[in-house]
Each structure stands twice: as C-alpha cells, then as structure tokens.
C-alpha cells in the first residue's frame, strides 16, 4: 500500500518534477509495486488527455482593446515618497494613532470589506475567496499595544477550517512571527486585504513570517477541522524589532466547543 | 518566461513607452486567455478577465514588486477575477447543470478536436475553484508547482496535494461522463 507522499512522488514524475536522485527512487518503486505502476499509468494517461486539448485562440480584437484601456501610469515624481520613521514625533504617533482608529472602526463593524464582491486588485494573497476567508466564530483573540503601535489577533472557527485575522498599525518596522505545533494543522492560504508596500511574507506548513509597517489586515487559512482531535493547538506569536522580542503570546483553538 | 524582459518592458511602461505595453501584453495575452477560458469555459466572459486583469495590473503597476515575477503576479489577478466572476455568474443564476458549457460558442467550436475539449471543459466546470485553478495552471499555461504556489500564495507541499486531489476528482468526472482517459 502506497502513502501519500509515494504517491505524490509518481505524480512529480509524471510532471517531470523530479531531478536525478527522485527518478531513480521513482524507478524502484515502479520496478517493485504493481499498485504504483498502475497510478503511473493513470496520471500519465489524465495528463495526456488534457494536453491533447489545443489551446484556444484568442479573439483578433482583444489585444487592441487590452491596449487601448490601458492609461499608462505618470513617472513618479522625487520627493513625493517619504519614510515614516522620518516624520516628526508628533505626527508620526498621530499618524499611527489615526491609522489605529481606522482599523479599530473597521474591526467593530465587523471587517465587511473582505467581500468576495469587492474587486482584486488589493488582494495580493491566496485564491482562495475573501467571503471564505471572513466571519466564523471567534474562538480565542490576542490584543498588543506597544509604544504607538497596536493590533488585534482572532482566530476564528469555520466550517471545515480555522481562520487567523490580523489587524495591525504598527509605527516601526515589525517582524511578526507565527508558529504552529507540529502535526497540529498547516497553514493552507494567506490573504491580504490591503496592499502594503512596506511589507514581505513568507511561510511554510506551521511558520509564517512578515515584515510589516503601517496599517494592514490579512488572513491566514489553516487547514484541520474545528473540534477534532489532533487539531487542537497553541498557536505562538511573536512580534520582534531589530531581533529583539517586544511582545510574545499564544493563541490556542482549545476554546472551540 | 523571461523575467529579465519582463523587467525591462515594466521599467518602459513605467516610462509611460506604449510600445512596450504592447509588448508586455503580447507576451501574456494568450496564456492569460486559456487560463481564464478554461476557469470559466466561456469565450465572452473570458476576455472580460482579460482586460480587466490587464487594466488592473497596470493600474497597479507602482505595486508590483519586481523580487516576483510578472507572470506570477498577471496570473494570480486572472485566477482571482475569473473566480470573482464565476461565484458572479452562479449568484445570476446563469449556471445550471445544462449551461455549464453550453454557453455559447467557444473559440474553439468549430475544430473537430471540439468534442474532447468540451469534455475536458465539462470535467474541468464541476471541480472546486481551487481544484480548477491548480489543473489549469499545470496543464494551459504550463506552470511549475513552484510558479504555481508563487501564483496561489500557497506552499509547494500544498500544490503537490492539491494537484493530487484535483486530478482524481477529474477523472471521477470524467468516468462519471463515461470517458476512461
């Protein structure tokens, strides 16, 4: 009997995903498992049948529709950018405060503008669908303020999945650090509602990192049923400036009835 | 796809240079095409997607982080705009059982290669979003799973399952229709 991985292994064959040392693995297995040999046969014959579809054309008038809808953007012009952490005391903690009655407003009217409706051009994130990614019940939340900077972490039950809504104006640059249990669940999906430029992500299964500054709400789908064992966790957070941790807590679905 | 080109075509666009906008879309309008064509198995909304996936890029141009790739970037607004449209088009009550395909012509109507390609598009109208995205990533515009958790924002690992998942509940599809590819 074949575990998944195995079978993903013929699957990355089949796609010519594999380099040397994987082929020859590949190779044994189709040389020893008949069950192998016969999902090799089955992905390959899958595969060629959608390959064998021709690609359609596309209509002769498109491309000059696409062109001519297109005002190309002006060059920006210097000086028009400016960075935070330059701005005077003041301004800089009311920026950050205004920034904070923002998302505060937003989190209490209950975070609507993740509407799957609403266009994409700001959603930088996964496919998966905004109204997927919003509401649910919320089953355990975290709220930090330091200094001038302040944000809210809910986790939140769904149907089939839990989601991880962050809402954060943070006045420095930020690292934030999220890590799942082992064997608990993986993270699935990310979404982003708002397209800040002063931020990066990465991830992987059970770690995600960003570096954040300024205003930004974003979601994080994690895979695992509600309610189930083997999926109860303590999720660890961390926000982190210059390497040095300034606030650290657990978020944890054992509170999902 | 080569990213260097890219690069250089986004820097003339952002010169405001017309001819390199023509370019940059020559290059993708095809692909970008048969993704959304087959994520919405309809010729008309298709090229909706496209403009609109073009016209959205380019008004976001100054957000485009050139650490990505632009293909990763066109693709992942396509992929969202065709889904947006789809969940559009079921909330109409445009798509029942029998309109799923016979929406009118496609492009390809009249080829006699026209049968298995409604098939494939049938099989393809009945899977989930994300089992739909993942197969048309692989096979209409030939991505890696590396380009293909680029373009989803997802891992790798999560590519290599869900392309698993998506292609047997295809083949169920399919079988279901009384095709054994």
Same mark, same amino acid.
Not at chain 2, 22 to 42: C, D, H, I, T
């Given at each position: 009997m074949m575990d998944q991985q195995q079978k993903e292994w013929i699957q990355a064959a089949v796609d010519g995903e594999l380099d040397a040392e994987g082929r020859e693995r590949i190779e044994r297995l189709l040389a020893d498992s008949a069950e192998a040999r016969v999902l090799h046969e089955d992905l390959q014959r899958l595969s060629d049948f959608i390959d064998r579809v021709p690609p359609v054309d596309v209509p002769a008038s498109l491309h000059g529709q696409i062109v001519d809808g297109i005002e190309l953007p002006k060059p920006a012009r210097a000086g028009r950018f400016f960075r935070? +952490?330059?701005?005077p005391g003041f301004l800089r903690y009311g920026l950050a405060g205004a920034a904070a009655v923002v998302l505060t407003v937003a989190v209490y009217q =209950?975070?609507?503008?993740?509407?799957?409706?609403?266009? #994409?051009?700001?959603?930088?994130? #996964?496919?998966?669908s905004r109204g997927d990614m919003a509401g649910g019940q919320e089953i355990d939340a975290m709220r930090f303020q330091t200094g001038a900077s302040q944000g809210a972490v809910s986790l939140m039950a769904r149907d089939d999945h839990y989601a991880l809504v962050f809402e954060l104006a943070l006045d420095q640059p930020t690292d934030l650090e999220v890590v799942l249990p082992d064997g608990s669940f993986r993270i699935d999906a990310f979404a982003r509602e708002t397209a800040n430029p002063a931020s990066a992500v990465s991830w992987s299964d059970n770690r995600f990192a960003a570096s954040i500054q300024g205003a930004q709400r974003f979601v994080l789908r994690l895979s695992g049923l509600p309610?189930?064992? =083997?999926? +109860?966790a303590d999720i660890e957070l961390r926000l982190l400036r210059d390497g040095a941790v300034v606030h650290a807590g657990v978020i944890s679905t054992r509170n999902d009835p | 796809m080569g990213d260097d080109r890219d690069l250089a075509l986004i820097e003339d666009c952002r010169r405001g240079d017309r001819q390199a906008l023509g370019s940059l879309v020559r290059r993708y309008e095809r692909p970008v095409y048969n993704a959304a064509y087959r994520m919405l198995g309809n010729a008309d909304e298709a090229a909706d997607v496209v403009q609109t996936t073009f016209l959205k890029a380019f008004e976001n141009l100054h957000r485009f982080?050139?650490?990505?790739k632009f293909f990763s970037w066109i693709y992942r607004i396509a992929v969202n705009e065709s889904i947006n449209q789809f969940n559009r088009r079921k909330r109409l009550g445009e798509l029942d059982d029998n309109q799923q395909v016979a929406s009118g012509p496609g492009p390809d109507a009249s080829v006699d290669a026209d049968h298995v390609s409604e098939e494939l598009q049938a099989a393809l109208m009945g899977l989930s979003d994300e089992h739909r995205a993942v197969i048309v990533l692989r096979h209409f515009t030939e991505s890696s799973y590396r380009e293909i958790g680029e373009v989803l924002q997802i891992p790798e690992k999560t590519v290599k399952s869900r392309l698993f998942s998506a292609r047997k509940a295809m083949k169920a599809q399919l079988e279901r229709k009384g095709i054994a590819p």
């Amino acid at each position: 009997m074949m575990d998944q991985q195995q079978k993903e292994w013929i699957q990355a064959a089949v796609d010519g995903e594999l380099d040397a040392e994987g082929r020859e693995r590949i190779e044994r297995l189709l040389a020893d498992s008949a069950e192998a040999r016969v999902l090799h046969e089955d992905l390959q014959r899958l595969s060629d049948f959608i390959d064998r579809v021709p690609p359609v054309d596309v209509p002769a008038s498109l491309h000059g529709q696409i062109v001519d809808g297109i005002e190309l953007p002006k060059p920006a012009r210097a000086g028009r950018f400016f960075r935070f +952490e330059s701005l005077p005391g003041f301004l800089r903690y009311g920026l950050a405060g205004a920034a904070a009655v923002v998302l505060t407003v937003a989190v209490y009217q =209950g975070g609507d503008s993740l509407d799957p409706s609403a266009g #994409t051009d700001d959603l930088l994130g #996964t496919i998966a669908s905004r109204g997927d990614m919003a509401g649910g019940q919320e089953i355990d939340a975290m709220r930090f303020q330091t200094g001038a900077s302040q944000g809210a972490v809910s986790l939140m039950a769904r149907d089939d999945h839990y989601a991880l809504v962050f809402e954060l104006a943070l006045d420095q640059p930020t690292d934030l650090e999220v890590v799942l249990p082992d064997g608990s669940f993986r993270i699935d999906a990310f979404a982003r509602e708002t397209a800040n430029p002063a931020s990066a992500v990465s991830w992987s299964d059970n770690r995600f990192a960003a570096s954040i500054q300024g205003a930004q709400r974003f979601v994080l789908r994690l895979s695992g049923l509600p309610g189930q064992s =083997g999926a +109860e966790a303590d999720i660890e957070l961390r926000l982190l400036r210059d390497g040095a941790v300034v606030h650290a807590g657990v978020i944890s679905t054992r509170n999902d009835p | 796809m080569g990213d260097d080109r890219d690069l250089a075509l986004i820097e003339d666009c952002r010169r405001g240079d017309r001819q390199a906008l023509g370019s940059l879309v020559r290059r993708y309008e095809r692909p970008v095409y048969n993704a959304a064509y087959r994520m919405l198995g309809n010729a008309d909304e298709a090229a909706d997607v496209v403009q609109t996936t073009f016209l959205k890029a380019f008004e976001n141009l100054h957000r485009f982080n050139p650490k990505y790739k632009f293909f990763s970037w066109i693709y992942r607004i396509a992929v969202n705009e065709s889904i947006n449209q789809f969940n559009r088009r079921k909330r109409l009550g445009e798509l029942d059982d029998n309109q799923q395909v016979a929406s009118g012509p496609g492009p390809d109507a009249s080829v006699d290669a026209d049968h298995v390609s409604e098939e494939l598009q049938a099989a393809l109208m009945g899977l989930s979003d994300e089992h739909r995205a993942v197969i048309v990533l692989r096979h209409f515009t030939e991505s890696s799973y590396r380009e293909i958790g680029e373009v989803l924002q997802i891992p790798e690992k999560t590519v290599k399952s869900r392309l698993f998942s998506a292609r047997k509940a295809m083949k169920a599809q399919l079988e279901r229709k009384g095709i054994a590819p």
